[in-house]
Every structure is written in C-alpha cells, then in structure tokens.
C-alpha cells in the first residue's frame, strides 16, 4: 500500500510540474505558473536524493552502494545547475555545470565497467576500455575550460546566444556526456546477467535521451518556448533517475506472489524454478506412506553415519 501511494503521489507531482511547465508557454511568461514549476522541479529531485543516498545507507552490496551514491551526486549535481540557472547566477551555473557533467561522466565510464565483469562473456562494449582514455582528456579539457570561463566572463553562460567557439565548447561535454549514456549504458546493462544494474543503467539511459532531446529543443527555440522545455529536460529527467535510483532497492528485487483460488484437494505450495517470479502453485498434497519412507531413510542414514565415526 505504501508503494502504491508513494507511485501515485510520484505520478501527480510530475504531472503538476508538466502542466504548470506547458500553461507557463500558453500563457506567456506568468510569473506565478513559473515559480511553481521550479518548486515541483525542486521537490522532484530532492526526492531523488533523499532515494538515492538512503538506499547508499540501507544496501549492503557495494555495487549498489556506489550506483545509488553516483546518482545521487549526479542528481545533486544537476538540481543546483538548473536552481543557479532559474535565478540567472552565471558563476554559480558555470560551476555546477561542470560538476553535474564531472559526475555525469565518471558514473557512466565506471557503469561501463562495472557491467563489464558481470557480462559473463566479459564483452568489451564498444571498445569502451580504449576509448575512454580518448574521451576522458577531450571532457576533462572541455570542462576546464568552461569552468574558467564561468569564472572570467560569467555572461557567456547567461546570453541567450554565445560566440561560435563558446557554443562548441559547451557541445562537447554537454552532448558528449548524454550521447555516452544513451549509447553505452542500455547496451552495457544487457550484456550483463545482473538483472538490478541492468534496469538501473537503462533507466539512466533513458535519462541521457530525454535530457539530451528536450535540452537541444530549448537552444533551438526562442523566448517561452526554450524555457518549456528546458523545464521538461529538468522534469523528465527527475523522474527517470528517480525510477534508476529506486530501481535498486532491494524491494524492487522481491518478485510478486500471485495467489489464486485452491482447487479443491489441493494446497498451495512456493514454486522457486524461476530467477525471475515466485507464484504460488497448487499441488497435490504429498502421501502419508511417502513422508514416513522418507524419514526412516534419513534415521537409517545417520545411524550408519555414528557406526563409522566410533
């Protein structure tokens, strides 16, 4: 019941936060729908938070352990980002920037490997463990930069539109970094046999594509427009690392029981031959005679077991 609730108060602040978001774009910057919309974003992701770093205190596996501290840093990350960007904080935006990219990208690279050794052909995703020694300067550099600029001349981050270079700087580990997701967590997370990393990397995967499409619609559109979906990225992303985050609880891992009418003459018995379900099958009851046989085996078993140890 309480999963239930939690799903359906989950379902109507995303709601409440899209639709303050659109009626924002309808009726042409109302101050009040824009507030709100902040606020539910806000409220979103701190809930993502409070997920991820309870679940980092509650598990016991260290895998888990680091994928719920990543994506709650990652959610941190990203939450001061979009709150310094709402109240026009360049300096501040350009820092958390950098850091919500920073962690971002060093989850992806060490989800990569950590699918890795539970893919039991121990498959190299796109030739990822090469790769990543490409990658990781041109980010690092581009992150750099950017961080200093931030620093030097805050009002790049704050126009609406930059010089050339300072837009392709920006490109490279802003997209970068989204595109690694999309592209390299959903395939990493079949190859592995761990079920949990599995879904956890594909919900973030999700997160990278929906982020990256509705950001790449707000810089092409203008005025109110470009403020809607920026909002959206912020909204819809929340709730996919909200669902990656909570994809590692280990209530999430507990397969639903099915319970049906008992035909008659029969009792219910646990069936655990699937990995993947735990339902409850009706058998036959087991025979008197069959029990009894089986008990006088076991008692024969162990006297022969305390005549060959004296």
């Not at 109302?30 to 205190?57: E, H, K, T």
């Not at 190859?191 to 982020?211: H, P, V």
């Not at 690392?241 to 018995?269: C, D, F, Q, W």
Request: aromatic share 14%.
């Amino acid at each position: 019941m309480q999963n239930k609730t939690e799903t359906v108060v989950v379902y109507l602040t995303l709601a409440a936060a899209i639709t303050c978001t659109i009626s924002f774009g309808i009726l042409a910057n109302n101050a009040i729908l824009y507030v709100f919309s902040i606020a539910f974003i806000m409220l979103f992701w701190g809930y993502s938070i409070y997920w991820a770093f309870d679940l980092r205190r509650l598990l016991s596996a260290q895998l888990y352990r680091n994928q719920a501290l990543g994506e709650g840093l990652i959610a941190v990350g990203w939450l001061s980002f979009g709150v310094s960007t709402s109240v026009t904080l360049e300096t501040l935006s350009s820092v958390t920037l950098v850091l919500a990219l920073a962690t971002t990208f060093y989850f992806i690279d060490s989800s990569v490997l950590a699918a890795r050794k539970s893919d039991p052909l121990y498959r190299n995703t796109f030739h990822w463990r090469q790769l990543r020694f490409v990658i990781w300067p041109i980010i690092a550099i581009s992150l750099f930069a950017l961080l200093v600029i931030g620093v030097v001349a805050p009002s790049f981050f704050g126009s609406q539109g930059g010089p050339t270079w300072f837009t392709i700087l920006t490109f490279i580990p802003v997209f970068g970094t989204l595109v690694s997701a999309v592209v390299l967590l959903p395939f990493s997370g079949r190859r592995s046999r761990d079920q949990t990393l599995r879904k956890n990397l594909e919900w973030f995967g999700l997160f990278g594509a929906s982020f990256m499409v509705l950001t790449a619609l707000g810089l092409s559109a203008a005025g109110s427009l470009s403020v809607v979906f920026f909002s959206l990225a912020f909204e819809v992303g929340g709730y996919c690392i909200y669902r990656s985050t909570k994809s590692l609880a280990p209530l999430n891992r507990l397969p639903e029981m099915k319970v049906g009418a008992a035909p008659i003459g029969t009792e219910p018995r646990l069936a655990t031959d699937s990995l993947t379900s735990l339902d409850l099958e009706f058998h036959a009851p087991v025979p008197a005679g069959a029990v009894h046989s089986e008990l006088i085996w076991l008692i024969r078993g162990l006297i022969r077991l305390l005549r060959i140890s004296h």
